[in-house]
């Protein structure tokens, strides 16, 4: 098992920059595929970035390439999000999540263990 702890959130103004963390305790962190996802209000979640457990490919959402660049230190147990010029549409709750040896292109439904989410907010 894996548990999986987001940090990082906050409000910015429209065009600032945040970087999320999600720090995993449990089972081996370099084997897992992770994802982050966010939940907009009154929109289903949505998928926003993976990594691959070999880290050799990265997957981005459209709406948030040349903006967010997701990488991973497995040394540390830690996944990353740097957000950079941030939209009020990049507004929700940001999750985590991992998938055992996943292919980083996979529904939500494939992935395995789940963060409890970190705000992030953004001011027009």
């Known amino acids: 098992q894996v548990q999986l702890v987001e940090s990082g959130g906050g409000l910015v103004q429209a065009g600032g920059s945040l970087t999320l963390s999600c720090t995993a305790s449990?089972?081996?962190?370099?084997?897992?595929?992770m994802g982050w996802f966010r939940q907009s209000p009154g929109k289903e979640r949505e998928f926003v970035a993976s990594i691959t457990w070999s880290a050799a490919n990265r997957y981005l959402a459209n709406s948030v390439k040349g903006r967010f660049t997701i990488s991973r230190d497995d040394a540390k147990n830690t996944l990353y999000l740097q957000m950079n010029s941030l939209e009020a549409e990049d507004t929700g709750v940001y999750y985590c999540?991992?998938?055992?040896?996943?292919?980083?292109?996979?529904?939500?439904?494939?992935?395995?263990?789940w963060g409890q989410g970190t705000q992030v907010s953004v001011s027009s």
């Open positions: 449990g089972d081996a962190f370099s084997t897992y595929t």
């Open positions: 999540a991992a998938d055992l040896y996943g292919s980083g292109w996979v529904p939500e439904s494939d992935y395995d263990y």
